[in-house]
């Protein structure tokens, strides 16, 4: 079974930086594409930023300009790199990926972290 685990949430201020990290427990080569996911109180999971396994990027409107997603292929780390954070980006988020990109299916999640922007 494939083990997401993300680190590097915490509370910030409005305008912070911040790193999100996920330890992947397989080749993260082997996977199409990695995502990072968040989930605002009350609101619905969406997609924040993605990477193909040819490197292909995706960011949403939201974040665009603000955060970057990397992965450090031989540590099976992704990354995302969060700056100037709005209290707007306060949610958990989670790392996610799977098997097929085509048709697009996220098949395993991680248990997600915890970011908090104060204004």
């Known amino acids: 079974q494939v083990q997401l685990v993300e680190s590097g949430g915490a509370s910030v201020q409005t305008g912070g930086s911040l790193r999100l990290s996920c330890a992947v427990s397989?080749?993260?080569?082997?996977?199409?594409?990695m995502d990072w996911y968040r989930q605002a109180p009350g609101k619905q999971r969406e997609l924040v930023a993605r990477?193909?396994?040819?490197?292909?990027?995706y960011y949403s409107d939201s974040v665009k300009g603000r955060f970057t997603i990397s992965r450090d292929n031989a540590k099976n780390t992704l990354y995302l790199q969060m700056n100037s954070l709005k209290p707007e980006d306060t949610a958990t988020y989670y790392c996610?990926?799977?098997?097929?990109?085509?048709?697009?299916?996220?098949?395993?999640w991680g248990k997600g972290t915890l970011v908090t922007v104060s204004s």
């Open positions: 996610a990926t799977g098997e097929s990109l085509s048709p697009l299916r996220v098949d395993y």
């Open positions: 990477v193909s396994s040819g490197g292909l990027l």
């Open positions: 397989e080749r993260i080569l082997s996977f199409p594409f």
